[in-house]
């Protein structure tokens, strides 16, 4: 029963650690401008575009 117990827990933590990452990457896009978002996506299909 204890080995139950134990995996739980460790799920659970693994639910948390993902939502607070998920979380952060959230906040840090909410705060790039228009005009940044869309550098990025340039740079990224740029680099897609040379490989």
Do not use: F
Request: net charge positive; proline share 2%.
């Amino acid at each position: 029963m204890k080995l139950w117990k134990v995996l739980g827990l460790a799920g659970l933590a693994g639910v948390a650690a993902s939502g607070a990452i998920i979380a952060r990457d959230q906040r840090k896009r909410t705060q790039l401008s228009p005009e940044q978002v869309r550098d990025r996506l340039h740079e990224r299909l740029a680099e897609s575009e040379s490989s």
